[in-house]
């Protein structure tokens, strides 16, 4: 079992930067592969961004290649999404998710999400 708590959600403005935390709890957390999901108003959840489990593998959505950067330090079992160049479209509910394997459509556990508003 693993528990997922975001934090570093905000108000912010375009071109402005945040740092996204998900803090995992749970005996193997740092053995799972974590990813980054967001979910705008009225719209469905979408993949941003994962890393594999040793943090040397990442993967991205298109909309976010060259903006965003996927990082984790397993000592603190804590993974990051540092956000930068924001645009109001990235207005959204941030969600980590966690899960064994590296690129799934489909994450074992996820956490409560934390509010990203991007203001123009």
């Known amino acids: 079992q693993v528990q997922l708590v975001e934090s570093g959600g905000g108000l912010v403005q375009a071109g402005g930067s945040l740092r996204l935390s998900c803090a995992a709890s749970?005996?193997?957390?740092?053995?799972?592969?974590m990813g980054w999901f967001r979910q705008a108003p009225g719209k469905e959840r979408k993949f941003v961004a994962a890393?594999?489990?040793?943090?040397?593998?990442?993967y991205y959505a298109d909309s976010v290649k060259g903006r965003f950067t996927i990082s984790r330090d397993n000592a603190k079992n804590t993974v990051y999404l540092q956000m930068n160049s924001l645009k109001p479209e990235d207005t959204a509910v941030y969600y980590c998710?966690?899960?064994?394997?590296?690129?799934?459509?489909?994450?074992?556990?996820w956490g409560q999400g934390t509010q990203v508003t991007v203001s123009s």
């Open positions: 749970g005996r193997t957390a740092s053995s799972y592969a």
């Open positions: 890393i594999n489990y040793g943090g040397r593998s990442t």
């Open positions: 998710a966690a899960d064994k394997v590296f690129i799934t459509a489909k994450y074992d556990y």
